[in-house]
């Protein structure tokens, strides 16, 4: 077994000038983990490394310009990595335990998802409203145990409001709304989430 596990990123960021809609700044970019390594394997009687696959593809895309005066962004991704197998895991679609991926929690479907949203400044550099869609598989569950046709849809959707309090505060409110098979079965952190932050900078 030989480790040689190599990330690429490929980004392009150009400019398209038009006479009616302005300039907007583009970002189109790929990323590529390709190849193989070890990860510890803790299920073992002394736990040792296992080598694993490293594998993952994803593209993404922004576009920031302004609408009437009025900034907007728009963003976009795609994202997978696929399934593994007892042989042969994929760590880059494992589960984990406590923070760490474990090899022998391979999934055996494909882990892929795909996301679109938009920021609007409502108040010019003081209030931007935004809204995001994903669309996500989630492999299904993990290990000697998984089921090949067990890969649950777990989809998403997200509201968002930033607020400028002063120079350099910012306000951050997030809230999404979950979606798809996985919520069929009842989870344990419900179907919903808000978040708030504060971010402040000097």
Do not use: C
């Not at 999934?107 to 995001?132: C, F, M, P, V």
């Not at 649950?152 to 709304?177: C, G, K, R, W």
């Amino acid at each position: 077994f030989r480790s040689r596990s190599t990330y690429l990123r490929i980004a392009a960021t150009p400019t398209v000038s038009t006479s009616a809609k302005g300039d907007w700044a583009l970002h189109i970019g790929a990323q590529f983990w390709r190849g193989s390594n070890y990860a510890l394997d803790s299920t073992l009687t002394i736990p040792g490394l296992v080598p694993v696959d490293t594998r993952a593809t994803a593209f993404d895309f922004q576009a920031v310009g302004q609408v009437k005066g009025k900034d907007l962004a728009i963003y976009a991704t795609w994202a997978k990595a696929p399934g593994g197998t007892a042989t042969q895991p994929n760590i880059l679609n494992s589960g984990s335990v406590s923070g760490t991926f474990e090899p022998t929690m391979y999934r055996l479907n494909d882990r892929k998802a795909w996301t679109i949203g938009a920021e609007y400044s409502l108040i010019q550099s003081t209030l931007h409203i935004g809204a995001a869609f994903r669309g996500a598989n989630t492999g299904g569950s993990t290990g000697t145990g998984a089921i090949a046709g067990d890969n649950p849809t777990d989809n998403a959707v997200t509201l968002t409001a930033v607020y400028n309090v002063a120079q350099n505060i910012e306000l951050y409110v997030n809230h999404s709304f979950y979606n798809g098979t996985l919520y069929n079965t009842a989870q344990p952190m419900g179907n919903q989430l808000t978040t708030i932050m504060v971010e402040i900078s000097w």
